[in-house]
């Protein structure tokens, strides 16, 4: 898009210093200072900040067609993007809690994020090449697209829906509780209790270590997956799984498949119990 208007080298740190500002480039700007005013960029639309520093709170709220570029917002800048649409952010550090939050067709490349409660209630959220701290990490968004992110932190993806993560490393506990209809593929999770009660959710060619994984779930599948460390693992799931290492134990999956090459313990002592375990370094038909 063009930009009409340009600002450059400025300090702002009035009350919505930029409101209702259309088709503007701001560059090499400061915002901050002892005015400590928020909302610097409201009801804006075609907005391009780069090479920006950003110290303030809320700064990017209600607005339309926003483009952030090798931009720095630091942990003072709270709830940075409310409630705002098409939006590509570039190289950029997004430090300050609550730093995306309902809002649409996001793009994020290389940036570095440290933002507890990021993501939540958002959509069509597509994320590359980037790290992530946080806490209830992208609670409740829907249509994620993951390749190539590094995260750690707890509670994350909870209750979301519609997405795929391809080429990730994922540290965390409680991750997934509540997904609905998501692929993990080529990737590690390592944490506690994933994926508890999720519905239609995929690993494919992934590595998933911790204790008490993937219970209480609908419609599961693990494809070609590597489990370590991971124990009581599918209790009361319907699972499809073909796993290549063995896992120290197994309680209680409900219905389905479970190929793998053995498991230290398999507890099969609630009669609701009907999945099928096919351990092939103790079954020749499974071998």
């Keep these: 898009m063009k930009y009409l208007n ?6 702002f740190d ?24 928020e909302s610097a960029f409201k009801e804006c639309e075609n907005i391009l900040a780069k090479n920006c520093f950003f110290n303030l709170r809320y700064p990017f709220w209600h607005n339309s067609e926003v483009k952030i570029r090798n931009c720095e917002l630091t942990e003072n800048c709270r709830a940075a993007l409310w409630y705002s649409n098409n939006i590509e952010i570039e190289n950029t550090k997004l430090y300050g809690i609550k730093a995306l939050r309902e809002c649409r067709n996001a793009k994020l490349f290389d940036c570095d ?18 790290t992530a701290q946080s806490e209830y990490f992208m609670m409740y968004a829907e249509n994620i697209t993951f390749e190539n992110i590094t995260f750690s932190g707890k509670y994350s993806f909870q209750y979301i829906k519609n997405s795929v993560f391809d080429n990730c490393i994922f540290n965390t506990k409680d991750a997934f509780w509540h997904a609905e209809n998501v692929i993990v593929k080529n990737s590690v999770v390592n944490g506690e209790y994933l994926a508890w009660y999720s519905k239609n959710v995929t690993f494919e060619n992934c590595k998933i270590t911790g204790t008490q994984p993937l219970c209480y779930c609908k419609n599961l599948k693990l494809i070609n997956c590597k489990m370590v460390d991971t ?10 799984a073909v796993l290549t290492t063995h896992v120290i134990s197994i309680k209680n999956p409900c219905s389905g498949h479970i190929v793998l090459p053995y498991a230290d313990t398999v507890i099969m002592d609630d009669e609701s119990a009907k999945a099928v375990i096919c351990e092939k370094n103790k079954c020749c038909s499974c071998a």
């Design 14 to 37: 009035e009350e919505r210093a930029l409101y209702g500002c259309e088709n503007l480039s701001v560059s090499q700007c400061l915002f901050d200072g002892p005015a400590d005013g």
């Design 231 to 240: 124990d009581l693992c599918f209790e009361k799931s319907d699972v499809e």
């Design 113 to 130: 994020i440290n933002s507890s409660e990021f993501g939540w209630f958002s959509k069509n959220i597509i994320m590359n090449d980037c």
């Design 6 to 11: 340009f600002i450059e080298n400025k300090n």
